[in-house]
């Protein structure tokens, strides 16, 4: 019985990991955008904000001389020097972790241009649809 139990558990442990996986590289292969941030004078739209594991940001120039930088993060990531123009940068985020980037022209920081991205773990995502 007691290995029955034990079985029955190594089961579903398995179950949740090739769901979590299947699910993870199903979304990758997708590859859609999940949040736009828009850049202006002198802000990142929204400034902080919160997304899933293989979640993809999108960054949206509309207005100024910027670019995106990451400076705390399991990921870095940079999209070139500061432009202007109608540019747009996209990066999807496959490791959970508290992430900083900002504008490297010079003083932006210091308007504001300083942005966090929080990525949670996908496992912990659906964890509560399987309890309910
Ligand atoms: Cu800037």
Redesign the pocket.
């Known amino acids: 019985m007691k290995k029955m139990v034990r079985c029955f558990f190594t089961g579903v442990i398995l179950g949740v990991v090739l769901w979590g996986g299947q699910s993870l590289s199903a979304r990758a292969a997708s590859n859609a955008v999940d949040v736009t941030v828009v850049v202006t004078d002198?802000e990142y739209a929204p400034l902080d904000i919160e997304i899933d594991q293989g979640d993809t940001v999108r960054w949206e120039n509309q207005n100024?001389?910027?670019n995106v930088s990451s400076t705390i993060g399991p990921e870095s990531f940079r999209n070139g020097d500061?432009a202007a123009g109608s540019w747009s940068f996209e990066f999807t985020f496959n490791t959970p972790g508290l992430y900083s980037y900002v504008?490297e022209?010079p003083g932006?920081i210091a308007l504001g241009?300083e942005g966090q991205i929080t990525v949670n773990p996908r496992f912990f995502n659906f964890l509560p649809s399987i309890i309910k």
């Open positions: 002198f100024g001389t910027h500061p504008c022209t932006h241009m």
